[in-house]
């Protein structure tokens, strides 16, 4: 099966993501089409793009899409070009590979719709509080809430995008866009809570829906208690996944010196990053982005330790953070 990419980016100063996620994609699934919607990008980031031939820029904004509210608009733009044979592949522009996905995306029957799994320790689990939200008929109830940074869709997923372009272009959904996250309600938060509604609802509850599982298909990278205690025993008996996500903060913005926010917490966000898979895993390509990663040297004292302790292994580095952390979690829940 042949496997299309797409990507989207309208953020200024978020071009350092997309060039690692083409690296990455130039280095494990070469030969695949990669397609990257990004209005009014630097120019040289165009040149930079040269050197990928099977990479295409569409320099201009989707129609009623803003910041990551354009999934299924470039879903939906691209859909009308794929054929039985190929799958479209949506990926955020924090992402990186480190393996070969295709096979992964490709290996449930056609019609399947693959999405991340968001990770449990979010708030809201699930996509009942969402389908009802949104006042759908629930078909069938997602233990765990669907995270958009990963979707794979084919031809056959038409209806479903077009529901999605609508549900995100609705006056409530609109409205909500401008509010704080603590006073939305979960089916409002983001795209991906929408999308979680859908599949959740009757209207596709019979749609095959296949969940990449945290910890072992995808990491999202740069949280204290994301990545949990039980996934990282599990990761010392397994590869580091396929795909990482720095969903936390963007480590090329929280790790400039020029960014450096004074304050325990923006401090405690630095760490998290400075330690992070992602950021090790990225260092790799600094002598390929023709940009200054100054921001990846950052080191702390504490931070070199945790390191040290993860004796170099993706699971180990940062164990101690999750672990204090988990406990503080455990006792605020905790009945008094």
């Known amino acids: 099966m042949k496997t299309l990419f797409c990507l989207a980016e309208d953020r200024r100063g978020a071009e350092i993501g997309l060039k690692f996620a083409v690296l990455s994609l130039e280095e494990h699934c070469r030969g695949s089409r990669v397609v990257i919607f990004r209005p009014e990008s630097a120019p040289g980031f165009a040149i930079w793009l040269r050197k990928f031939p099977n990479v295409q820029l569409i320099a201009r904004r989707l129609p009623g899409a803003n910041n990551w509210n354009c999934k299924p608009h470039a879903l939906l733009e691209l859909l009308p070009g794929i054929d039985d044979n190929t799958q479209l592949v949506w990926l955020d522009s924090d992402l990186v590979l480190t393996n070969d996905i295709r096979p992964l995306l490709a290996q449930g029957a056609y019609n399947e719709i693959v999405v991340a799994q968001e990770p449990v320790n979010q708030p809201f689990r699930g996509s009942e509080i969402r389908t009802r939200g949104w006042s759908l008929p629930v078909g069938r109830v997602l233990e765990d809430t669907t995270n958009s940074c990963v979707v794979r869709v084919t031809s056959r997923h038409g209806h479903l995008l077009k529901r999605w372009h609508e549900l995100l272009e609705d006056p409530r959904y ?39 599982a945290h910890g072992r298909d995808i ?11 039980m996934e990282r025993f599990h990761g010392l008996v397994r590869p580091l996944p396929p795909v990482l996500h ?17 304050g325990g917490f923006a401090w405690f966000r630095r760490l998290l990053q400075e330690i992070s898979p992602y950021v090790a895993y990225v260092r790799k390509y600094r002598s390929h982005v023709d940009e200054s990663m100054d ?17 170099g292994h993706w699971a180990l580095r940062g ?9 503080v979690e455990w006792f605020r829940k905790s009945p008094r």
């Open 219 to 229: 990491l999202h990278t740069g949280g204290a208690v994301g990545f949990t205690l």
């Open 246 to 262: 720095a969903i936390a903060g963007k480590p090329w913005v929280l790790l400039r010196k020029e960014n450096h926010w004074p």
């Open 174 to 212: 609109v409205a909500a866009s401008n509010l704080p996250t603590e006073k939305k309600a979960p089916h409002l938060w983001g795209d991906q809570d929408v999308l979680c509604a859908l599949l959740g609802s009757t209207e596709f509850a019979s749609l095959p829906l296949r969940l990449l």
């Open 295 to 311: 921001w990846i040297n950052h080191r702390t004292w504490v931070g070199s330790i945790l390191k040290i302790m993860g004796m």
């Open 319 to 327: 164990l101690p953070v999750t672990l204090m952390a988990t406990v």
